[in-house]
């Protein structure tokens, strides 16, 4: 079946610097990724939608500047936390729409930023 | 715009008992539910969803769903609980548009008591 394969798992950084978050479609192409967030114990909160080859859309209070998204091929899509601070310190996790009105999620990536 | 409710932010069953999960929909078009467990640290694995066909869906490691409209409802069920059915359950609505997003419930975290 369809699989995201979502890089790093885990990933521990200053407080200042960027870090960048993979996601990539094995077996198909994904036209669309999802960006999600997850705080601890609470629900995933969409962030921003991108669309290969176009601008992101960010939902309303996200911070564009600071959650880089790009969508350069029909395979991968990345997203940059830059100048990262404690208070994103979140689960990430991306998702694309994978035929039979499904959607495949990656594994998603603990940030922590200390 | 679509949005979904779920009640009780946790629930607890004995095993062997019925479970049943609540969740309540809001959607100005046809939606499409789905039911998705995670658990800790982990992505979503999808355990079952409705996109307009039969109204009773059936879905992974005997879990089921039924689709009402009338009552807005799309809750979820399981005859008898195990143990490892002990996880984070989320409800989710998309409006039926191959690419569009998916919109999760806050969540509901079973717990199975021995």
């Known amino acids: 079946g369809a699989v995201v394969s979502q890089h790093p798992s885990w990933v521990i950084c200053k407080s200042g610097t960027s870090v960048k978050i993979e996601c990539r479609s094995l077996?198909?192409?994904?036209?669309?990724m999802f960006w999600y967030r997850q705080f601890p114990k609470q629900s995933l909160m969409l962030m921003a939608t991108?669309?290969?080859?176009?601008?992101?859309?960010?939902e309303q209070g996200v911070e564009k500047d600071k959650f880089l998204i790009n969508h350069a091929s029909l395979t991968l899509s990345t997203l940059t936390v830059t100048s990262a601070h404690p208070e994103d310190s979140s689960f990430y996790i991306c998702?694309?729409?994978?035929?039979?009105?499904?959607?495949?999620f990656g594994s998603g990536t603990r940030l922590t930023v200390v | 715009a679509q949005s979904v409710t779920q009640l009780g932010s946790h629930v607890s069953v004995s095993e062997g008992a019925l479970v049943l999960l609540r969740c309540n929909y809001s959607?100005?078009?046809?939606?499409?539910l789905f039911w998705y467990v995670q658990y800790p640290n982990q992505g979503l694995q999808l355990l079952l969803k409705?996109?307009?066909?039969?109204?009773l869906v059936k879905g992974i490691n005997g879990f089921e769903a039924e689709f009402k409209k009338s009552e807005t409802s799309f809750h979820l069920t399981k005859p008898s609980a195990h143990m490892s059915d002990a996880a984070e359950y989320f409800c989710?609505?998309?409006?039926?548009?191959?690419?569009?997003?998916?919109?999760f419930g806050k969540g509901t975290r079973l717990h199975i008591l021995p």
């Open positions: 077996d198909f192409q994904a036209t669309t």
């Open positions: 989710a609505v998309s409006a039926g548009n191959r690419d569009d997003k998916i919109i």
């Open positions: 959607s100005s078009v046809p939606p499409y």
């Open positions: 409705y996109t307009s066909a039969a109204t």
């Open positions: 991108s669309n290969e080859g176009s601008k992101a859309t960010y």
């Open positions: 998702s694309a729409p994978s035929g039979g009105y499904g959607y495949t």
